[in-house]
Protein backbone atom coordinates (compact mmCIF):
# COMPACT_ATOMS: atom_id res chain seq x y z
CA UNK A 1 0.00 0.00 0.00
CA UNK A 2 1.31 3.44 -0.92
CA UNK A 3 2.13 5.89 1.82
CA UNK A 4 -0.83 8.30 1.08
CA UNK A 5 -2.85 5.46 0.58
CA UNK A 6 -2.83 4.88 4.39
CA UNK A 7 -3.24 8.68 5.02
CA UNK A 8 -6.61 8.92 3.97
CA UNK A 9 -7.74 5.56 5.17
CA UNK A 10 -7.03 6.42 8.53
CA UNK A 11 -8.70 9.80 7.91
CA UNK A 12 -11.83 8.02 7.17
CA UNK A 13 -11.11 5.17 9.90
CA UNK A 14 -11.23 8.09 12.71
CA UNK A 15 -14.21 10.04 10.72
CA UNK A 16 -16.13 7.10 11.43
CA UNK A 17 -15.77 6.19 14.54
CA UNK A 18 -16.16 9.94 15.61
CA UNK A 19 -12.75 10.57 16.91
CA UNK A 20 -11.47 13.63 14.23
CA UNK A 21 -9.76 15.92 16.54
CA UNK A 22 -11.53 19.35 16.58
CA UNK A 23 -10.79 22.44 14.64
CA UNK A 24 -10.09 24.83 17.51
CA UNK A 25 -8.18 27.67 15.50
CA UNK A 26 -9.66 30.39 12.68
CA UNK A 27 -9.30 28.97 8.94
CA UNK A 28 -7.42 31.00 6.41
CA UNK A 29 -10.57 32.22 4.86
CA UNK A 30 -12.25 34.05 7.88
CA UNK A 31 -14.45 36.88 6.91
CA UNK A 32 -13.47 40.34 8.32
CA UNK A 33 -16.19 42.44 10.67
CA UNK A 34 -16.33 45.59 12.31
CA UNK A 35 -18.48 45.33 15.50
CA UNK A 36 -20.78 48.48 17.41
CA UNK A 37 -22.54 48.70 20.54
CA UNK A 38 -25.69 48.54 21.16
CA UNK A 39 -26.63 51.43 23.01
CA UNK A 40 -29.29 51.52 25.79
CA UNK A 41 -31.69 54.92 26.51
CA UNK A 42 -35.10 55.73 28.40
CA UNK A 43 -38.06 56.70 26.14
CA UNK A 44 -40.00 59.73 27.47
CA UNK A 45 -43.21 58.65 29.32
CA UNK A 46 -45.16 61.97 27.92
CA UNK A 47 -44.34 63.29 24.55
CA UNK A 48 -44.86 67.29 23.93
CA UNK A 49 -45.94 69.44 21.46
CA UNK A 50 -47.20 72.76 19.93
CA UNK A 51 -49.96 73.83 17.62
CA UNK A 52 -52.46 76.00 16.88
CA UNK A 53 -56.58 76.29 18.08
CA UNK A 54 -58.60 75.65 15.42
CA UNK A 55 -62.40 74.94 13.88
CA UNK A 56 -63.05 71.33 12.59
CA UNK A 57 -65.63 72.92 10.95
CA UNK A 58 -64.09 76.06 8.86
CA UNK A 59 -65.67 76.64 5.62
CA UNK A 60 -64.95 78.91 2.63
CA UNK A 61 -68.00 79.85 0.78
CA UNK A 62 -68.16 80.63 -2.87
CA UNK A 63 -69.79 81.12 -5.75
CA UNK A 64 -70.94 78.82 -8.43
CA UNK A 65 -70.77 80.94 -11.46
CA UNK A 66 -68.66 84.03 -12.02
CA UNK A 67 -70.63 87.67 -11.74
CA UNK A 68 -70.10 90.62 -10.32
CA UNK A 69 -71.09 90.84 -6.44
CA UNK A 70 -73.95 92.86 -6.05
CA UNK A 71 -73.56 92.87 -1.91
CA UNK A 72 -72.22 91.35 0.76
CA UNK A 73 -74.20 91.22 4.06
CA UNK A 74 -71.51 90.63 6.52
CA UNK A 75 -68.38 91.72 7.80
CA UNK A 76 -65.08 90.43 8.98
CA UNK A 77 -66.10 89.59 12.97
CA UNK A 78 -69.65 89.04 12.93
CA UNK A 79 -71.54 86.31 13.85
CA UNK A 80 -73.54 83.84 11.20
CA UNK A 81 -76.44 81.11 11.56
CA UNK A 82 -76.66 78.22 9.38
CA UNK A 83 -78.52 79.27 6.38
CA UNK A 84 -77.85 82.82 6.63
CA UNK A 85 -77.95 85.15 3.51
CA UNK A 86 -74.31 86.40 3.30
CA UNK A 87 -73.57 87.52 -0.24
CA UNK A 88 -75.40 87.80 -3.55
CA UNK A 89 -74.24 88.35 -7.31
CA UNK A 90 -75.81 91.24 -9.71
CA UNK A 91 -78.21 88.88 -11.06
CA UNK A 92 -78.80 91.06 -14.40
CA UNK A 93 -76.94 88.76 -17.34
CA UNK A 94 -77.89 85.67 -15.01
CA UNK A 95 -82.04 86.74 -15.01
CA UNK A 96 -81.34 87.08 -18.77
CA UNK A 97 -80.10 83.75 -19.83
CA UNK A 98 -82.80 82.00 -17.82
CA UNK A 99 -85.51 84.32 -19.85
CA UNK A 100 -83.54 83.32 -22.82
CA UNK A 101 -83.81 79.41 -22.00
CA UNK A 102 -87.62 79.90 -21.27
CA UNK A 103 -88.43 81.14 -24.72
CA UNK A 104 -85.86 78.31 -26.32
CA UNK A 105 -88.15 76.23 -24.74
CA UNK A 106 -91.21 77.66 -25.39
CA UNK A 107 -90.34 77.63 -29.16
CA UNK A 108 -89.12 73.76 -28.75
CA UNK A 109 -92.31 73.00 -27.66
CA UNK A 110 -94.41 74.61 -30.36
CA UNK A 111 -92.56 72.48 -33.02
CA UNK A 112 -92.59 69.64 -31.29
CA UNK A 113 -96.90 70.37 -31.32
CA UNK A 114 -96.91 71.45 -34.74
CA UNK A 115 -94.63 68.27 -36.03
CA UNK A 116 -96.40 65.30 -34.23
CA UNK A 117 -99.70 66.94 -36.08
CA UNK A 118 -97.89 66.72 -39.29
CA UNK A 119 -96.58 63.27 -38.31
CA UNK A 120 -99.98 62.48 -36.87
CA UNK A 121 -101.24 63.37 -40.41
CA UNK A 122 -98.59 61.26 -42.16
CA UNK A 123 -96.83 64.99 -43.31
CA UNK A 124 -94.01 64.68 -41.31
CA UNK A 125 -91.29 61.86 -41.09
CA UNK A 126 -90.71 60.04 -38.18
CA UNK A 127 -86.96 61.29 -38.36
CA UNK A 128 -88.45 65.04 -37.90
CA UNK A 129 -90.74 64.14 -35.20
CA UNK A 130 -87.84 62.45 -33.32
CA UNK A 131 -85.13 65.54 -33.92
CA UNK A 132 -87.74 68.39 -32.40
CA UNK A 133 -88.13 65.74 -29.73
CA UNK A 134 -84.86 65.99 -28.98
CA UNK A 135 -84.16 69.74 -29.26
CA UNK A 136 -87.44 70.29 -26.70
CA UNK A 137 -86.03 67.87 -24.15
CA UNK A 138 -81.94 69.76 -24.62
CA UNK A 139 -83.87 73.59 -24.27
CA UNK A 140 -85.43 71.87 -21.48
CA UNK A 141 -81.99 70.57 -19.77
CA UNK A 142 -80.62 74.15 -20.62
CA UNK A 143 -83.17 76.19 -18.63
CA UNK A 144 -82.51 73.95 -15.84
CA UNK A 145 -78.91 74.63 -15.42
CA UNK A 146 -79.67 78.26 -16.16
CA UNK A 147 -82.18 78.14 -13.22
CA UNK A 148 -79.98 75.97 -10.98
CA UNK A 149 -77.20 78.70 -11.62
CA UNK A 150 -79.48 81.50 -10.64
CA UNK A 151 -80.67 79.90 -7.14
CA UNK A 152 -76.90 79.58 -6.73
CA UNK A 153 -75.48 83.06 -7.64
CA UNK A 154 -75.64 83.98 -3.98
CA UNK A 155 -73.96 82.62 -0.55
CA UNK A 156 -75.34 81.04 2.31
CA UNK A 157 -73.58 80.45 5.50
CA UNK A 158 -72.83 76.13 6.00
CA UNK A 159 -72.20 76.43 9.46
CA UNK A 160 -73.31 78.46 12.30
CA UNK A 161 -69.81 80.49 13.15
CA UNK A 162 -67.58 83.46 12.82
CA UNK A 163 -66.69 85.32 9.91
CA UNK A 164 -63.01 85.11 10.05
CA UNK A 165 -61.83 87.09 6.89
CA UNK A 166 -63.90 88.69 3.66
CA UNK A 167 -61.91 88.10 0.84
CA UNK A 168 -63.82 89.52 -1.79
CA UNK A 169 -65.62 93.35 -1.50
CA UNK A 170 -69.04 94.37 -3.76
CA UNK A 171 -68.24 95.55 -7.29
CA UNK A 172 -65.64 92.97 -7.76
CA UNK A 173 -65.88 90.32 -10.31
CA UNK A 174 -64.53 86.45 -8.52
CA UNK A 175 -64.15 83.49 -10.99
CA UNK A 176 -66.64 80.14 -10.14
CA UNK A 177 -65.29 78.37 -6.65
CA UNK A 178 -63.16 81.55 -5.55
CA UNK A 179 -63.27 81.86 -1.83
CA UNK A 180 -65.51 84.77 -0.67
CA UNK A 181 -65.41 84.14 3.20
CA UNK A 182 -63.38 82.31 5.74
CA UNK A 183 -66.05 81.19 8.21
CA UNK A 184 -65.38 79.46 11.61
CA UNK A 185 -67.74 77.14 13.65
CA UNK A 186 -67.68 77.70 16.71
CA UNK A 187 -69.87 74.98 18.46
CA UNK A 188 -68.20 73.89 21.69
CA UNK A 189 -67.38 70.33 19.65
CA UNK A 190 -66.06 72.12 16.80
CA UNK A 191 -62.55 73.26 19.03
CA UNK A 192 -59.14 71.12 17.45
CA UNK A 193 -55.45 71.38 17.58
CA UNK A 194 -53.42 70.49 14.63
CA UNK A 195 -50.10 69.70 14.78
CA UNK A 196 -47.11 67.75 12.68
CA UNK A 197 -45.26 64.72 14.33
CA UNK A 198 -42.48 62.31 13.31
CA UNK A 199 -42.89 58.62 12.22
CA UNK A 200 -41.74 57.44 15.85
CA UNK A 201 -44.16 59.33 16.96
CA UNK A 202 -47.01 58.58 14.92
CA UNK A 203 -46.36 54.94 15.69
CA UNK A 204 -47.30 55.52 18.92
CA UNK A 205 -50.13 57.75 18.64
CA UNK A 206 -53.80 56.00 18.31
CA UNK A 207 -57.28 57.54 17.83
CA UNK A 208 -58.89 58.35 21.01
CA UNK A 209 -56.00 58.93 23.58
CA UNK A 210 -56.28 61.79 26.20
CA UNK A 211 -54.50 64.66 26.07
CA UNK A 212 -53.69 67.47 28.11
CA UNK A 213 -54.05 71.30 26.37
CA UNK A 214 -52.06 74.29 27.99
CA UNK A 215 -53.08 77.62 26.22
CA UNK A 216 -51.22 80.63 27.20
CA UNK A 217 -54.54 82.66 26.75
CA UNK A 218 -55.33 80.95 29.94
CA UNK A 219 -51.93 80.39 32.14
CA UNK A 220 -52.15 77.98 34.56
CA UNK A 221 -55.26 75.91 33.42
CA UNK A 222 -55.43 72.73 31.83
CA UNK A 223 -57.94 71.38 29.09
CA UNK A 224 -58.38 67.86 28.18
CA UNK A 225 -59.01 66.55 25.09
CA UNK A 226 -58.30 63.41 23.07
CA UNK A 227 -56.77 62.30 19.60
CA UNK A 228 -59.55 62.15 16.84
CA UNK A 229 -57.55 61.73 13.69
CA UNK A 230 -54.16 60.67 12.80
CA UNK A 231 -52.90 61.45 9.27
CA UNK A 232 -52.20 58.34 7.17
CA UNK A 233 -49.55 60.03 4.81
CA UNK A 234 -46.89 62.53 5.59
CA UNK A 235 -47.17 66.04 4.27
CA UNK A 236 -44.85 66.39 1.16
CA UNK A 237 -43.40 70.02 2.40
CA UNK A 238 -43.04 68.81 6.02
CA UNK A 239 -42.99 65.16 6.16
CA UNK A 240 -44.37 65.28 9.45
CA UNK A 241 -47.32 63.17 10.14
CA UNK A 242 -50.82 65.46 11.02
CA UNK A 243 -52.88 64.51 14.16
CA UNK A 244 -55.73 65.97 15.06
CA UNK A 245 -56.49 66.35 19.25
CA UNK A 246 -60.56 67.44 19.76
CA UNK A 247 -60.31 70.31 22.98
CA UNK A 248 -62.93 70.23 25.59
CA UNK A 249 -63.58 73.78 25.60
CA UNK A 250 -65.13 73.55 29.86
CA UNK A 251 -67.03 76.59 29.50
CA UNK A 252 -64.28 79.11 28.27
CA UNK A 253 -64.11 80.93 25.54
CA UNK A 254 -61.57 80.15 22.73
CA UNK A 255 -60.54 81.15 19.68
CA UNK A 256 -59.00 80.37 16.34
CA UNK A 257 -55.16 81.04 16.14
CA UNK A 258 -54.79 80.22 20.10
CA UNK A 259 -51.59 79.21 20.52
CA UNK A 260 -51.75 75.44 22.46
CA UNK A 261 -49.37 72.80 24.54
CA UNK A 262 -49.93 69.79 24.04
CA UNK A 263 -48.88 66.76 26.64
CA UNK A 264 -49.70 63.00 25.44
CA UNK A 265 -48.89 60.43 28.25
CA UNK A 266 -47.90 57.50 26.25
CA UNK A 267 -49.94 53.79 26.73
CA UNK A 268 -48.83 51.82 29.92
CA UNK A 269 -47.49 49.28 28.28
CA UNK A 270 -45.06 51.03 26.51
CA UNK A 271 -41.65 49.97 27.24
CA UNK A 272 -39.77 52.82 28.74
CA UNK A 273 -36.15 52.21 27.84
CA UNK A 274 -35.04 50.48 24.20
CA UNK A 275 -31.89 49.18 22.58
CA UNK A 276 -30.43 51.07 19.39
CA UNK A 277 -28.28 49.32 16.86
CA UNK A 278 -26.93 51.15 13.72
CA UNK A 279 -29.29 49.99 10.76
CA UNK A 280 -26.48 48.07 8.81
CA UNK A 281 -26.52 45.49 11.14
CA UNK A 282 -29.96 44.06 10.51
CA UNK A 283 -29.62 41.56 7.50
CA UNK A 284 -32.90 39.69 6.19
CA UNK A 285 -35.28 42.72 7.63
CA UNK A 286 -39.03 41.80 6.68
CA UNK A 287 -41.81 44.02 7.98
CA UNK A 288 -41.26 44.60 12.16
CA UNK A 289 -38.78 41.26 12.17
CA UNK A 290 -34.75 41.17 10.96
CA UNK A 291 -31.83 39.23 12.26
CA UNK A 292 -28.31 40.25 13.34
CA UNK A 293 -25.48 38.73 14.50
CA UNK A 294 -23.11 38.74 17.21
CA UNK A 295 -19.56 36.98 17.67
CA UNK A 296 -19.77 34.58 19.64
CA UNK A 297 -18.17 33.60 23.18
CA UNK A 298 -15.11 31.64 21.36
CA UNK A 299 -14.38 34.87 19.75
CA UNK A 300 -14.25 33.74 15.88
CA UNK A 301 -17.61 32.09 15.41
CA UNK A 302 -21.14 34.02 15.46
CA UNK A 303 -24.49 33.72 16.41
CA UNK A 304 -27.71 34.93 14.93
CA UNK A 305 -30.29 36.48 17.02
CA UNK A 306 -33.97 37.55 16.04
CA UNK A 307 -34.73 40.44 16.60
CA UNK A 308 -38.01 42.71 16.88
CA UNK A 309 -37.81 46.10 15.32
CA UNK A 310 -40.32 48.77 16.62
CA UNK A 311 -39.04 51.62 14.61
CA UNK A 312 -36.05 53.22 12.44
CA UNK A 313 -35.13 56.34 13.60
CA UNK A 314 -32.34 57.86 10.92
CA UNK A 315 -29.41 55.14 10.35
CA UNK A 316 -30.64 53.64 13.70
CA UNK A 317 -33.03 50.93 14.26
CA UNK A 318 -34.87 51.03 17.77
CA UNK A 319 -35.03 46.84 18.52
CA UNK A 320 -38.00 45.94 20.94
CA UNK A 321 -37.10 42.45 21.92
CA UNK A 322 -34.55 39.91 20.78
CA UNK A 323 -31.02 41.27 21.75
CA UNK A 324 -31.08 40.22 25.78
CA UNK A 325 -27.43 39.98 26.86
CA UNK A 326 -26.34 41.38 23.79
CA UNK A 327 -23.88 44.28 24.19
CA UNK A 328 -22.11 44.61 20.70
CA UNK A 329 -24.00 43.20 16.96
CA UNK A 330 -21.60 43.21 13.62
CA UNK A 331 -21.98 45.84 11.15
CA UNK A 332 -19.12 45.74 8.53
CA UNK A 333 -19.06 42.51 6.62
CA UNK A 334 -22.47 41.30 7.74
CA UNK A 335 -24.17 40.29 4.52
CA UNK A 336 -21.38 37.52 3.76
CA UNK A 337 -22.18 35.77 7.00
CA UNK A 338 -24.09 32.58 8.05
CA UNK A 339 -24.01 30.63 11.35
CA UNK A 340 -20.84 28.83 10.41
CA UNK A 341 -19.14 31.41 9.41
CA UNK A 342 -15.49 31.87 11.06
CA UNK A 343 -14.81 36.19 11.50
CA UNK A 344 -11.86 37.82 12.26
CA UNK A 345 -12.04 41.85 13.76
CA UNK A 346 -10.86 44.28 10.97
CA UNK A 347 -8.64 46.99 12.08
CA UNK A 348 -10.49 50.38 12.24
Not at 157 to 185: Q, Y
Request: hydrophobic share 35%.
Amino acid sequence: MKPYQFILSGAVLLAACGKAPKNNTPASDTIAVTTAAVENGERATTLHFSGMMASSAESRPSFKIGGIISKIYVKEGDQVVKGQLLATLDLTEINAQVQQAQKAVEKAKRDLNRVKQLYNDTAATLEQYQNVTTQYEVTTESLRIAQFNQQYAQIRATETGVVLKKIANEGELPGPGTPIFFISGNQQSDWVVRFGVSDKDWAVLKKGQQVQIELEAYPGKTFTGSISKTANAADPYSNTYEIEVRVNPAGQKLAVGLFAKISIPLPSNSPSTYRMIPVEAIVEGDGNQGFVYSISKNGFGVQKHKVQIAQIDNDKVVIASGLDGVTTVITGGVSYLNESSIIKLAKQ
